[in-house]
Each structure stands twice: as C-alpha cells, then as structure tokens.
C-alpha cells in the first residue's frame, strides 16, 4: 500500500538555524508529492509541489524540497528558520484516483 | 468567497447525538474533500467529491459516517450516533479539478469533541 511516512514527531531548532524535515514516500513510480503547513487553528496551505522535472522544488516563505528517487524522499529544507515557522508540517502523495495520502506531520517548535 | 470555511468552528456533543459539519468550498471549484485528523494521527481521507457525486466514498469509516453536497457547491458531513472515537478534527479543501494533482485549499476545520 502506498504511504507516506515523516519519521520525526517534532523538532526544535533555533531562529536563524537551518532546518530539514524529513518525507519518505512508498510508490513505485514517481509519485507527485506536496508539503503543507498548519498553523495553530488554521487550515493546511501549500508550501510546494513536485510533479517532474527539476527536482529541487522552491515553494512560499523560503522553502524547498528535494526529490531523490534513490532515497524515496523529498525532504523540505529551508537555510535560516523565523520563529513564525513554528507550526506543523505535513507531506503528501498522490498517486492516482482521488486520494492525496498524507504523512502524520512534524511539528516544529522555534526557540529564541 | 475568499476561502474555504467551515461551521461550526468547535463542536461538543454528547455520545449517541447526531451532528451535522457544513462546508462552503471557494466558489467556482468542483471538486471538495472531506478529511479526518486525529490527535498525533495524519489526515485520514474520508470523502471526494466531484460536482454533487462522491465517487469515492471508500474513506467513511462506518456506516454511520455520511455526506452530501447540493449545488456543487456547500456540503455537509453527519456523523450519526457519534461515538467517542470520532472526536478529532474534521477539515474540508475544495480544488479547481485537474485530475487529482490540483492543489488543494483546506478551511481551518471544526473540532469535534464527543464526551
């Protein structure tokens, strides 16, 4: 079965620190792949997408993500973190019919 | 509108109650997604939409889960005798259809809490 996976339940890092939050997806093919953020209270936006093509992906506020077929990962990176980063975050796969399936989030606390 | 909302916003009711969970997707999009999330769980798929016609209909978790959608437009969740189990976050997104890799608008979700 198809899945998505993010292997840590949350992480800190300081402001201006790098961050990397980590996606690995089960497909056989190339699966589109998304990363969202929630933020306290609100709904989930998007943050990137990767369909094909180049596979280091820019998305909003400083974001990326790199697809490597080799790992079945697409990781999200961003090189200085603000403390208005501090949310949840949460990979995606669609792989075909109707269904995103989606990873069970990482939450990232910020600290001064 | 602006947005995709959601109402109402928090819900508590009793074990064994019938609740009702309204959607208003951004107008013009075809396609609406109901998903469940769960304290420290992902978000769980429950419902598709397309138009008014839910072809996928494989995520209700039981027969006591079940939507509608009138008008392409707003749709409603109802949860029937509502468990304990059920409490969790219930989030809807609605999408410009382009085959399934559209982008996704999600609504801040209601909160339900089954005591």
């Known amino acids: 079965a198809q899945s998505v996976t993010q292997p840590d339940i949350h992480i800190t890092v300081s402001e201006g620190a790098s961050l990397e939050l980590r996606c690995n997806y089960s497909?056989?093919?190339?699966?589109?792949l998304f990363w969202y953020v929630q933020s306290p209270g609100q709904g989930l936006q998007l943050l990137l997408k990767?369909?094909?093509?180049?596979?280091l992906v820019q998305g909003i506020k400083g974001f990326e993500a790199e697809f490597k077929r080799s790992q079945s990962s697409f990781n999200l990176r961003k090189p200085s973190v603000h403390w208005s980063d501090a949310a949840e975050y949460f990979c995606?796969?669609?792989?075909?019919?109707?269904?995103?399936?989606f990873g069970a989030g990482t939450r990232l606390f910020v600290k001064a | 509108g602006a947005g995709v909302s959601q109402s109402p916003s928090n819900k508590v009711t009793e074990k064994g109650k019938d609740v009702e969970l309204r959607c208003d997707p951004i107008?013009?999009?075809?396609?609406l997604y109901w998903y469940r999330q769960s304290l420290g769980q992902g978000l769980e798929f429950l419902i598709y939409f397309q138009g008014n016609s839910a072809p996928d209909k494989s995520g209700l978790p039981s027969d006591r889960f079940s939507a509608e959608r009138t008008g392409g437009s707003v749709s409603t969740l109802t949860i029937q005798r509502t468990q304990q189990e059920d409490s969790a976050v219930y989030l809807c997104?609605?999408?410009?259809?382009?085959?399934?890799?559209?982008?996704?608008?999600f609504g801040p979700g209601t909160r339900l809490t089954v005591l």
């Open positions: 997104a609605s999408s410009s259809w382009t085959g399934g890799t559209d982008t996704q608008y």
């Open positions: 995606a796969s669609y792989t075909g019919g109707f269904k995103t399936i």
């Open positions: 497909y056989g093919a190339t699966p589109y």
């Open positions: 990767y369909f094909s093509g180049d596979t």
């Open positions: 107008s013009g999009h075809t396609a």
